[in-house]
């Protein structure tokens, strides 16, 4: 598959969301270009803003097997992972499969589960495979997790650790629709939600294939340089007291390129980068204690970073 073709399907992907998810179109693209990027998503947000519905949506699209998780604080891993079940039949223990068997797994308000629970994601989401009583067992390709959570100052929450939201490659925000969108919303939800029609417009075998495409956009050598620069710049700032790792430089990447392809480019220019630079890398920083009494958010440092480091100047091709 070329990039032509996965800019084609990245648009009417994107224009099926749109049905249900209005007045959002950014929120949609890097949405659409996390999922092609091959990483995970998650939308962070108070509620009622359409997390769910903006995860529902993307899943019922792009195709493939869907399982859903409500996380509630009395989850437990199993009933995330799946557990050994012993067979009367044969006599033997027996492995039933939990939800995130599936190529899309919506889990719905991860952080009200307990850390436990919220811990048997690790590693799914990282190695594509569950590991129950020292048997491992693969999980389906394509895998992509998609995860809601409320802010942390709701009731009822826990935080995620460091290491699960360093798993996601973007973190993006939906926020208040505009009264005019707001309008749009109730008209169209007058008699029907549009989301019961919504279909697939995409299977697995494609959506593996448009996952594959995207890594031949091309990056240029002065672009990596710029990426490790942001990525650096947040490891020595005053303000945080822990930086990017690694995962963030390829998560920067792989979200860059995938924004390129459904922008219609093979190739990555700087405005792929910055749009992506605070989705992909807000999360994964720590910002020191008193800072963050203070109020300042990771976002803003972020943008700061990104502000201070002049972009590379890079032809087209």
Do not use: W
């Not at 889990?107 to 009583?133: G, H, Y």
């Amino acid at each position: 598959m070329n990039i032509e073709q996965v800019t084609e399907h990245a648009r009417i992907i994107i224009e099926s969301i749109e049905t249900v998810i209005v007045g959002k179109h950014e929120v949609v693209e890097l949405t659409v270009a996390g999922f092609l990027s091959g990483g995970h998503v998650l939308i962070e947000d108070i509620p009622g803003v359409g997390k769910t519905m903006l995860a529902r949506t993307l899943a019922k699209t792009v195709g493939g097997s869907f399982k859903r998780v409500q996380f509630t604080p009395d989850l437990l891993p199993a009933d995330v992972t799946g557990s050994a079940i012993f067979n009367q039949a044969e006599g033997a223990f027996v492995f039933r499969e939990g939800p995130v068997f599936a190529n899309v797994v919506l889990a719905d308000e991860i952080n009200r589960a307990t850390p436990k629970s919220q811990a048997a994601l690790l590693e799914c989401m990282e190695e594509f495979q569950v590991t129950v009583d020292g048997q491992t067992y693969e999980l389906p390709r394509p895998f992509f997790v998609m995860a809601t959570e409320n802010p942390i100052e709701y009731e009822g929450t826990y935080s995620l650790p460091e290491a699960q939201l360093d798993r996601f490659m973007m973190r993006v925000r939906i926020g208040y629709p505009s009264p005019e969108d707001e309008v749009e919303i109730l008209t169209r939800q007058i008699k029907r939600h549009p989301i019961e029609e919504v279909e697939a417009v995409i299977d697995a075998d494609q959506a593996a294939s448009l996952q594959r495409a995207v890594r031949d956009v091309f990056l240029d050598e002065s672009l990596k340089d710029y990426i490790v620069a942001i990525v650096n710049s947040t490891r020595g700032h005053a303000d945080l007291e822990l930086g990017a790792s690694p995962r963030g430089s390829i998560a920067l990447m792989r979200c860059s390129q995938a924004l390129a392809a459904v922008r219609g480019r093979a190739y990555v220019i700087p405005d792929d980068i910055k749009a992506v630079t605070l989705p992909a890398l807000a999360h994964r920083v720590i910002v020191k204690s008193e800072q963050r009494a203070q109020g300042l958010p990771s976002d803003r440092i972020v943008d700061e970073v990104l502000r201070d480091i002049p972009a590379p100047t890079v032809g087209t091709r």
